[in-house]
């Protein structure tokens, strides 16, 4: 644990970005997957999924979550799914 009064507040804000990025990251994950359940079940609302899960990975990828390219590729492998 540092003693540097700076140090510590680094620690701290270092925490909470981190679990704030996690559940930003598991919930991208988590709607990419339902969309692809939705897509393989031939569910009538799988379009609705399909535009949940690219705005989960579009708002992750403009928060810097994972990189732009990233965010394009999954958002084609979906499309070409549906």
């Known amino acids: 644990m540092p003693n540097?009064?700076?140090a510590i507040k680094?620690?701290?804000?270092?925490e909470t970005k981190n679990a704030q990025n996690a559940h930003q990251r598991?919930?991208?994950?988590s709607t990419v997957k339902?969309?692809?359940q939705a897509i393989l079940n031939k569910d009538e609302n799988a379009s609705?999924?399909?535009?949940?899960?690219?705005?989960?990975v579009e708002k992750a990828a403009s928060k810097g979550l994972?990189?732009?390219n990233t965010a394009?590729?999954?958002?084609?492998r979906l499309m070409k799914q549906a």
Do not use: F, G, Y
């Not at 598991?26 to 994950?29: E, I, N, P």
């Not at 609705?48 to 989960?56: E, F, W, Y």
């Open 34 to 36: 339902k969309a692809e």
């Open 26 to 29: 598991s919930t991208m994950r």
């Open 10 to 14: 680094r620690v701290r804000t270092n």
């Open 66 to 68: 994972i990189h732009k």
């Open 48 to 56: 609705d999924s399909i535009k949940a899960a690219i705005k989960q």
């Open 72 to 76: 394009a590729r999954r958002k084609s």
């Open 4 to 6: 540097i009064k700076s």
